[in-house]
């Protein structure tokens, strides 16, 4: 059975019977967990069970970057902000890239020890100082410290059996204004962003990054749509420039930046026409209905891309992985950082 190209979320922590019955349906092929769906460990594991007995294959995926941006936290390990990675790299390089990596292997096995796929990471925005939304969750400041840092914590990801997603394409950090309240615009020039913004990318992408997610930004002087409905951005940049391969994730259709194109059904179809593989719809239940009728089963076809991003972890449970010395290696050197180091 192909995977869907719609992912959705849920409201609680439980699947209701209306959840249960959408989650059937062919053109949905993921869902995205956030902190209401999570109370203890047991209650996600039992959540990812009722999940999967829905339908297969069927991803599942969140957002466990680190810092602020960390949907579980009781009983999960505490991320730092990505940006003190940032600041140590400045100090000691190496060890830096080396301890970003280790933060990427434990958020990828925690995650992968309950079966969800894959977080949405590592953020490749640059941090000019000018994006809050961005700020902190970013490496660095340089584009040189972002591609050694979240290749390292990529590359942590893939040890542990997460394929990762890079964002936001082409870059959300030279923008004050928040893509889930406005509209942002970003009025640099194509060559202007791709001296900065574009390294980080295409470093991870020469590395074989699997997933990338494009932020609902308009670069006014390079197309007049924002990136993720931009055939030109996604198809001419990302696709045929860049040579990404794998699979392009909308952002939140339900996003004030993604507003200005239409309806919720309107929004999905240009995602897809522009080059998205999956679209996300979430918050918006009624917007998910209407963008599940208008598209036709065809819209589910097999992709390949979308099976690569399965996880597979390399403990057969939670207490494996928690009992491993691998773990508490780990473990104890992103706590003696966290103690040492985060501010």
Request: net charge negative; charged share 20%.
């Amino acid at each position: 059975m192909s995977i869907g190209p719609v992912m959705l979320d849920l409201d609680g922590l439980e699947i209701s019977a209306e959840e249960q019955e959408l989650l059937q349906q062919p053109l949905v092929g993921g869902v995205i967990l956030f902190q209401r769906n999570y109370a203890s460990p047991r209650q996600l594991q039992e959540l990812i069970q009722a999940i999967r007995s829905c339908r297969k294959p069927l991803l599942i995926a969140v957002d466990q970057e680190g810092g602020r941006v960390q949907r579980f936290r009781k009983d999960f390990i505490e991320l730092p902000p990505m940006q003190q990675f940032g600041k140590y790299y400045d100090e000691a390089p190496l060890q830096a890239k080396q301890l970003a990596k280790t933060c990427g292997w434990i958020m990828a096995s925690e995650l992968l020890a309950y079966t969800v796929d894959f977080s949405f990471a590592p953020v490749l925005d640059i941090d000019y100082g000018i994006s809050a939304v961005i700020g902190n969750r970013a490496f660095h400041k340089q584009p040189g410290g972002v591609a050694d840092l979240a290749q390292a914590f990529w590359q942590g990801m893939h040890e542990a059996g997460m394929a990762g997603v890079g964002k936001h394409f082409p870059g959300h950090g030279f923008v004050a204004a928040d893509s889930h309240t406005d509209i942002p615009t970003d009025l640099r020039s194509y060559q202007e962003i791709a001296g900065q913004d574009l390294e980080t990318f295409k470093n991870l992408i020469q590395q074989g990054l699997e997933g990338i997610m494009p932020a609902h930004i308009i670069y006014s002087a390079v197309d007049s749509k924002p990136a993720g409905f931009s055939a030109y951005w996604l198809q001419d940049i990302l696709r045929r420039q860049l040579h990404f391969s794998g699979v392009i994730f909308s952002d939140d259709l339900n996003m004030a930046g993604a507003s200005g194109m239409g309806s919720y059904a309107e929004r999905a179809k240009l995602a897809l026409a522009a080059g998205c593989d999956m679209i996300l719809i979430c918050n918006q239940r009624q917007g998910a209905y209407e963008i599940l009728k208008s598209l036709s089963v065809q819209s589910g076809g097999i992709n390949p891309r979308l099976q690569a991003m399965q996880g597979h972890s390399h403990y057969k449970t939670r207490d494996d992985l928690y009992q491993s010395l691998a773990w508490q290696k780990a473990v104890t050197a992103l706590q003696i950082f966290n103690h040492e180091y985060v501010t």
